[in-house]
Nanobody, 123 residues
Framework: VQLVESGGGLVQAGGSLRLSCAPS????????MGWFRQATGKERELVSA????????YYADSVKGRFTISRDTAKNTLYLQMNSLKPEDTAVYYC?????????????????WGQGTQVTVSS
């Protein structure tokens, strides 16, 4: 399975970006999905996750109320809508997929990873 992210870029604080992730190979609905990020010098952290059905989601406290994860089965695409961006959101964002059905909170639970897309928020 290949995961291809898009939508990263440079934005001013308070702005918005929408990340997309399109898995290839097996059916999109076969996977629960997640978005991770890794800032320079920091460990990779889970930002948000969504179950296979889309019925359950998780958000890190740092992004709750600002980010929204969603999946569109018809378009075979995972999204992360990021609003009210802050400089501390600057990181490489990774899409990940797992064959588990529920919301996966740990990196080791994910089987497949994208190459990452850079998000830079200027102050």
């Amino acid at each position: 399975v290949q995961l291809v992210e898009s939508g990263g870029g440079l934005v001013q604080a308070g702005g918005s970006l929408r990340l997309s992730c399109a898995p290839s190979g097996r059916t999109f609905s076969s996977y629960a999905m997640g978005w991770f990020r890794q800032a320079t010098g920091k460990e990779r952290e889970l930002v948000s996750a969504i179950s296979r059905s889309g019925g359950s989601t998780y958000y890190a406290d740092s992004v709750k109320g600002r980010f929204t994860i969603s999946r569109d089965t018809a378009k075979n695409t995972l999204y992360l809508q990021m609003n009210s961006l802050k400089p501390e959101d600057t990181a490489v964002y990774y899409c990940a997929a797992t064959t588990w059905a529920g919301v996966a909170l740990e990196a080791f639970e994910y089987n497949y990873w994208g190459q990452g897309t850079q998000v830079t928020v200027s102050s």
